[in-house]
């Protein structure tokens, strides 16, 4: 509730929605609307009643202050939320995409954050042609934004959770697992370096860039794992379990990396842009249904599941959260030889012919 003080020269409230540093707002008139309602600004917020009095007092004899006073913008509240990321360690991706909203974002980011509401970033919303999913992702930064605002006591209320993400948007885009008759296609055709990289993806559940950035230090062959990962905390730094059937994939590239002294496992192999061409020429070259680099994570989940590998064995293996606190980075050999042997139940070459067979055999016998 406001401290009353004389018409003119400003209030002070203290804010109990909850425990905070600088419980005491300082509050003036700027103006009046047209029908006579008082346009009110926080000067700032203060840790005790007599600090938001004397800046009161100190606006009251100096008109001018208003305007000297700093003003955080939109993007100094990107640049916080940058720093809280280093801060958390968050992966490059994740920073990747603050800084793809930051640049979305760019018609706001000289805009005093103690102003900004729900409809000036909805208007841009309202012209997205993204999907869902991405809008979601935008929306969530700038709640966050928002949020860190509201952590430094910029502001009292984030209206960033009051956008509207339009149910025309473009939906979230499923993936599309390869069958295992795919997957049998592609080991007829494993002389082929871009199928045997698609096969290594397929029986690890890495996602594109964790393989394309895995370090040749992070592998160890002779104890069938790798480490590595991004993006999340439980994915970032997991076992990564190899299949005896992809041991010799890694192994030629792990010699052909050690060979070049590179740092990487595909240095000069291939990038994310030449992969995703590649994946595409042999998906059409086989007479597979076109897919995209993600749908071979979702084919290891798939297959896993088929063959009753125990979820949480496959969480930890591609990096998805559990409602267990696991410590990631601290691993027994037991654990290891579980998620190995795990890998190793999943068909490949001529099982999975004979697999198709025993479905074919079910159809004409039902």
């Known amino acids: 509730m406001a401290l009353k003080r004389s018409n003119g020269s400003g209030s002070v409230y203290k804010m109990k929605h909850k425990k905070l540093r600088k419980p005491f707002r300082a509050v003036i008139t700027t103006g009046w609307t047209d029908e006579g309602k008082p346009i009110r600004k926080t000067l700032g917020t203060y840790a005790s009643q007599k600090e938001a009095y004397e800046a009161l007092a100190l606006f009251s004899n100096d008109p001018t202050a208003l305007e000297k006073k700093q003003v955080i913008t939109v ?29 979305l974002m760019k018609p706001i980011h000289h805009m005093d954050i103690t102003i900004l509401k729900t409809a000036h970033v909805q208007a841009i919303f309202d012209k997205f042609t993204y999907s869902q999913s991405y809008q979601q992702a935008i929306k ?25 993400i339009s149910k025309k948007a473009a939906p979230i885009k499923r993936a599309t ?18 199928v045997r990289i698609i096969l290594i ?75 995703r061409g590649r994946l595409a020429s042999v998906c059409e ?15 290891f989940i798939t297959l896993c599941s088929d063959y009753e590998i125990p979820e949480i064995i496959v969480k930890h293996i591609v990096g998805h959260a559990t409602s267990k606190n696991i410590t990631q980075g601290v691993y027994t050999h037991k654990t290891i ?17 004979k697999v198709e067979q025993r479905l074919s055999n079910r159809v004409e016998n039902s």
């Open 337 to 353: 030889e579980q998620y190995i042997d795990a890998v190793n139940k999943l068909p490949h070459g001529d099982d999975l012919k």
């Open 140 to 164: 969530s930064v700038l709640v966050k934004i928002c949020n860190i605002a509201i952590k430094n006591e910029v502001i009292s209320k984030n209206y960033m959770s009051d956008i509207i």
């Open 75 to 103: 993007e100094q509240c990107f640049q916080w939320y940058f720093e809280e990321a280093e801060r958390m360690g968050l992966s490059a991706g994740r920073i990747e995409v603050i800084d793809s909203v930051k640049k």
């Open 285 to 299: 070259k086989l007479g597979i249904k076109k897919r995209k680099p993600h749908d071979t994570r979702h084919t």
């Open 201 to 275: 993806y397929i029986y690890t559940g890495v996602r594109l860039n964790e393989l394309l950035n895995m370090k040749v230090d992070d592998i160890h062959l002779k104890e069938r794992y790798m480490v590595g990962g991004s993006k999340t905390d439980a994915g970032r730094d997991r076992i990564i379990p190899i299949a005896e059937c992809i041991v010799p994939f890694v192994q030629e590239l792990y010699s052909t990396a050690k060979f070049k002294r590179s740092m990487h496992l595909f240095d000069g192999v291939m990038g994310k842009t030449n992969y």
């Open 177 to 194: 697992p390869f069958t295992q008759e795919d997957i049998y296609k592609l080991w007829l055709h494993q002389d082929d370096l871009t």
